[in-house]
Every structure is written in structure tokens, then in C-alpha cells.
């Protein structure tokens, strides 16, 4: 359960600073991009997660 709760907060953080840098370039921010940023996170660490299971 921490290791989830770790996964989203890390999720959230690199929302933070994508989100800080298209705002720096003039690009658009609202609630799809934060939660397309943390959605794409989420499931690419879940897949490498994945990955490394089987090689025990």
C-alpha cells in the first residue's frame, strides 16, 4: 500500500514540474493535463515494475 501511495505522489510531482514547463514555453494547462501526466506516469512505472518481476 505505501509503494502505491509513493506511486502517486510521485506522479503528482512530475505533474507539477511538466506542468510548470508548458506554462514557462505558453502552453495551455487545465485538469486534462494534469491527469493525462499522471495517468501516462502511473502506468509507465507500473510496466517497468512489471518488467523486473519476472526475472527472479
Given at each position: 500500500?505505501?509503494?502505491l501511495i509513493l506511486l502517486v505522489f510521485?506522479?503528482?510531482i512530475?505533474?507539477?514540474f511538466w506542468n510548470k514547463g508548458r506554462r514557462r514555453i505558453?502552453?495551455?494547462?487545465?485538469s486534462k493535463t494534469w491527469?493525462?501526466?499522471i495517468v501516462v506516469f502511473v502506468i509507465a512505472m507500473l510496466l517497468f515494475w512489471a518488467s523486473g518481476q519476472?526475472?527472479?
Open positions: 500500500m505505501s509503494g510521485l506522479a503528482v512530475v505533474a507539477w505558453g502552453l495551455s494547462i487545465n491527469t493525462g501526466v519476472g526475472h527472479h
